[in-house]
């Protein structure tokens, strides 16, 4: 059975691309615009993995990656970061957000900086989820 | 307050010499002292005193003698004279030589001190006044000067100035007018000098700075430089800076004397200056447009990704979208480069007739689907007695998207969303005859560190999806075309954008 991924950003140029990545490799596609609609679409449609963006109004993709590292129930859900600002940035914010919430969450498994060739953007599901 | 007056007491009577001498001192004034009118000049000129006091009556060179001296070394100076009763003829001779106060025979303590502190603070306004003196307005004080005493001098330092000198009497008749004044007001010296009055002369607001100020208190009569644009009676406008000095005479009024510089050659520079310290800006921090370069390109990429798909699987659905994708971000990137170069360059506006509502509605028509999508609120009120105007449409168009476009993205940012967002454009003319443009939304708002750098190139808060340049660019064409922009936000409230130009309303030709 296809598994169902979710791409959370705000571009819909981002979207679309990453979309037709997915379908092209036989997955089922789930988008959401922001953090908020990320969360629920999480809550409602259960998918198997999830494409974040970091950057995105309201609700933001560290913010919405800490939500996910911190409640038992998603622990285990694969996350892609998949977003324009270094890693290095985005290791300094989600550090600045732990200590600020006291809690200690685990770096990301994968982080892709865009712009990512399609190939290897399906490499990385792949490997996340066979 | 200046440390320690020097006074110089000047008497052939040692005695009372030295008695005011000390009480001067105990009251912390420094003191030197001579005994003859020969000694004082000598003494004079050796210690250069703040204030003289001296006695009338000496023999050899008396007090008079010795005021006139002083005078002709330092007219400035401070001379106060002690006369004993009965010395009226003496006291009028000095008071035309210039003596500054009298004071009766015997001295007494508090009469003196009285004198002094008068001496004193005169001493201290023409300090103050010096204080407002650059080079140029001590020539000014030269100038003035040598018109006092009318010699040769005055003419060639007048003829030759690079000021335009004019000077009027009491009556406001002009008297002065060098080469530089005519080249500037446009009128040969042979029809204004003795012609001419200051109304001939001068626009009614100029003419009325001139006439006020001889109104003042003494010590306000002099003000620091202005500028101004005067409209000369041939049509030119010139930028100027000007001064003026009130001429008195034995106390009494006996004219002006006003200088202009003409600023047009440094307008021009400056004008160039701050061109060339905007396309230093841009240099600098145009790093800061990788991130914004680099989503375009992600764009670009992501879209012909979607089209390659499109071709291979012969799917109409995705060729679409890829190209819509690959348009939208070649628009995006034309924008950009068409916002660095707006910024980069000077443009004069140019101006046709135009209808401020026709633009505005165009706008709300072009926005409203991306407002919808994001579930804002777009309305409008507009004065409809405004209709067309004489104006840069692009100018309004322009700056009107990128105001509307960031209230959009300020309510998109806004962390709360239980708030119905909304974004109103309003328009109306203002008290002073303005058009006023204005965008309020009630989106994200900003705190005083973000108001602060709006203005600065390339500052976004908007990271990728940002260029810092919309509000740049903007305040640059309303600034070209004799606007101003004005802000009132509060961070979490909103934040409204006010564009004022200035209002030139075309009459309508109905009927024919
Ligand atoms: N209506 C507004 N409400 C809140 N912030 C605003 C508003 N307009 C402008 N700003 C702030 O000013 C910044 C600069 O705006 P601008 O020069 O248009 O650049 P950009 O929109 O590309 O970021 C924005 O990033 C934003 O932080
Ligand atoms: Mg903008």
């Given at each position: 059975?296809?598994?169902k991924?979710?791409v959370?950003?705000?571009?819909?140029?981002?979207?679309?691309f990453?979309v037709?990545?997915?379908?092209e490799?036989?997955?089922?596609?789930?988008?959401a615009?922001?953090?908020?609609?990320?969360l629920?679409?999480?809550e409602k449609?259960?998918?198997?993995?999830?494409?974040?963006?970091?950057?995105?109004?309201?609700?933001?993709?560290?913010?919405?990656?800490?939500?996910?590292?911190?409640?038992?129930?998603?622990?285990?859900?694969?996350?892609?970061?998949?977003?324009?600002?270094?890693?290095?940035?985005?290791?300094?914010?989600?550090?600045?957000?732990?200590?600020?919430?006291?809690?200690?969450?685990?770096?990301p498994?994968?982080?892709?900086?865009?712009?990512?060739?399609?190939?290897?953007?399906?490499?990385?599901?792949?490997?996340?989820?066979? | 307050?200046?440390?320690?007056?020097?006074?110089?007491?000047?008497?052939?009577?040692e005695?009372i010499?030295?008695?005011?001498?000390?009480?001067?001192?105990?009251?912390?004034?420094?003191t030197?002292s001579?005994?003859?009118?020969?000694?004082g000049?000598?003494?004079?000129?050796?210690?250069?005193?703040?204030?003289?006091?001296?006695?009338?009556?000496?023999p050899?060179?008396?007090?008079?003698?010795?005021?006139?001296?002083?005078?002709?070394?330092?007219?400035?100076k401070?001379?106060?004279?002690?006369?004993?009763?009965?010395?009226?003829?003496?006291?009028?001779?000095?008071?035309?030589?210039g003596?500054?106060?009298?004071?009766?025979?015997?001295?007494?303590?508090a009469a003196?001190?009285?004198?002094?502190?008068?001496?004193?603070?005169k001493?201290?306004?023409?300090?103050?006044?010096?204080?407002?003196?650059?080079?140029?307005?001590?020539?000014?004080?030269e100038?003035?000067?040598?018109?006092?005493?009318?010699?040769?001098?005055?003419?060639?330092?007048?003829?030759?100035?690079?000021?335009?000198?004019v000077?009027f009497?009491?009556?406001?008749k002009?008297?002065?007018?060098?080469?530089?004044?005519?080249?500037?007001?446009?009128?040969?010296?042979?029809?204004?000098?003795?012609?001419?009055?200051?109304?001939?002369?001068?626009?009614?607001?100029?003419?009325?700075?001139?006439?006020?100020?001889?109104?003042?208190?003494?010590?306000?009569?002099?003000?620091?430089?202005?500028?101004?644009?005067?409209?000369?009676?041939?049509?030119?406008?010139?930028?100027?800076?000007?001064?003026?000095?009130?001429l008195?005479?034995?106390n009494?009024?006996?004219?002006?004397?006003?200088?202009?510089?003409?600023?047009?050659?440094?307008?021009?520079?400056?004008?160039?200056?701050?061109?060339?310290?905007?396309?230093?800006?841009?240099?600098?921090?145009?790093?800061?447009?990788?991130h914004?370069v680099?989503?375009?390109?992600?764009?670009?990429?992501?879209g012909?990704?979607?089209?390659?798909?499109?071709?291979?699987k012969?799917?109409?659905?995705?060729?679409?979208?890829?190209w819509?994708?690959i348009?939208?971000?070649?628009k995006?990137?034309?924008?950009?480069?068409?916002?660095?170069?707006?910024?980069?360059k000077?443009?004069?506006?140019?101006?046709?007739?135009?209808?401020?509502?026709?633009?505005?509605?165009?706008?709300?028509?072009?926005?409203?689907?991306?407002?919808?999508?994001?579930?804002?609120i777009f309305?409008?009120?507009l004065?409809?007695?405004?209709?067309?105007?004489?104006?840069?449409?692009?100018?309004i168009?322009?700056?009107?998207?990128?105001?509307?476009?960031?209230?959009?993205?300020?309510?998109?940012?806004d962390?709360?969303?239980?708030?119905?967002?909304?974004?109103?454009?309003?328009?109306?003319?203002?008290?002073?005859?303005?058009?006023?443009?204005?965008?309020?939304?009630?989106?994200?708002g900003?705190?005083?560190d973000?108001?602060?750098?709006?203005?600065?190139?390339?500052?976004?808060?908007?990271?990728g999806?940002?260029?810092?340049l919309?509000?740049?660019v903007?305040?640059?064409?309303?600034e070209?075309?004799?606007?101003?922009?004005?802000?009132?936000?509060?961070?979490?409230?909103g934040?409204?954008?006010?564009?004022?130009?200035?209002?030139?309303?075309?009459?309508?030709?109905?009927?024919?």
């Amino acid at each position: 059975m296809s598994k169902k991924v979710l791409v959370v950003d705000d571009d819909p140029d981002v979207r679309s691309f990453v979309v037709t990545v997915l379908e092209e490799n036989q997955y089922i596609p789930l988008i959401a615009q922001d953090g908020v609609e990320g969360l629920e679409k999480i809550e409602k449609e259960k998918p198997d993995l999830v494409i974040l963006d970091v950057l995105m109004p309201r609700g933001s993709g560290i913010r919405l990656y800490h939500h996910l590292k911190t409640h038992d129930q998603f622990k285990a859900l694969p996350i892609i970061m998949f977003t324009g600002i270094a890693l290095r940035s985005f290791l300094k914010s989600q550090k600045v957000l732990d200590e600020f919430q006291g809690a200690e969450v685990p770096k990301p498994d994968i982080y892709l900086e865009k712009p990512v060739d399609p190939e290897v953007l399906a490499a990385a599901v792949r490997k996340k989820l066979g | 307050m200046m440390s320690a007056f020097k006074i110089l007491i000047v008497d052939d009577e040692e005695l009372i010499v030295r008695l005011l001498s000390m009480s001067l001192r105990s009251d912390g004034y420094q003191t030197v002292s001579a005994f003859s009118g020969e000694q004082g000049l000598e003494v004079f000129k050796a210690e250069s005193p703040d204030i003289v006091v001296t006695d009338i009556k000496m023999p050899g060179m008396d007090g008079l003698e010795l005021l006139k001296k002083i005078k002709e070394i330092d007219p400035e100076k401070e001379v106060i004279i002690v006369t004993g009763h009965g010395d009226i003829d003496s006291t009028i001779t000095a008071l035309q030589y210039g003596a500054s106060d009298f004071i009766n025979k015997p001295v007494r303590d508090a009469a003196l001190a009285i004198a002094l502190e008068r001496a004193k603070s005169k001493i201290a306004i023409r300090k103050t006044l010096e204080e407002y003196t650059t080079n140029l307005e001590i020539k000014i004080a030269e100038a003035t000067e040598e018109i006092r005493r009318k010699s040769n001098f005055q003419r060639l330092l007048i003829t030759s100035s690079h000021d335009a000198i004019v000077a009027f009497d009491r009556d406001w008749k002009v008297v002065v007018y060098n080469p530089e004044a005519a080249r500037i007001f446009g009128e040969a010296a042979k029809d204004v000098r003795n012609k001419m009055t200051i109304d001939d002369l001068y626009t009614p607001k100029i003419a009325k700075v001139f006439k006020n100020q001889v109104k003042d208190e003494k010590d306000q009569r002099n003000f620091p430089w202005k500028e101004q644009v005067i409209h000369t009676k041939d049509g030119r406008q010139i930028p100027v800076r000007y001064a003026s000095n009130v001429l008195f005479e034995n106390n009494e009024f006996v004219g002006t004397v006003n200088f202009f510089q003409d600023l047009t050659e440094i307008k021009r520079l400056e004008k160039e200056l701050v061109q060339s310290e905007r396309l230093a800006a841009v240099g600098q921090t145009v790093s800061g447009l990788a991130h914004y370069v680099k989503n375009i390109l992600i764009g670009l990429k992501g879209g012909s990704y979607i089209v390659d798909v499109g071709i291979q699987k012969n799917n109409m659905e995705k060729l679409r979208s890829g190209w819509e994708t690959i348009k939208k971000n070649i628009k995006r990137i034309s924008d950009l480069t068409q916002d660095l170069l707006t910024y980069s360059k000077q443009r004069e506006p140019e101006m046709e007739t135009c209808s401020p509502h026709d633009i505005i509605n165009e706008l709300m028509e072009l926005l409203k689907g991306f407002a919808a999508s994001k579930n804002i609120i777009f309305s409008k009120n507009l004065d409809k007695s405004i209709g067309q105007i004489t104006a840069d449409p692009k100018t309004i168009h322009h700056a009107l998207l990128n105001i509307i476009n960031n209230a959009m993205d300020a309510c998109i940012e806004d962390e709360d969303i239980t708030k119905k967002h909304e974004v109103k454009i309003l328009t109306h003319i203002d008290k002073n005859h303005m058009i006023c443009f204005e965008v309020e939304d009630n989106g994200c708002g900003m705190d005083e560190d973000t108001r602060k750098k709006l203005f600065t190139p390339m500052f976004s808060s908007k990271g990728g999806k940002g260029t810092g340049l919309g509000l740049l660019v903007t305040g640059k064409l309303i600034e070209e075309h004799k606007g101003v922009i004005e802000i009132e936000t509060s961070p979490g409230v909103g934040s409204t954008f006010r564009i004022k130009l200035p209002y030139t309303k075309v009459k309508s030709v109905d009927g024919n």
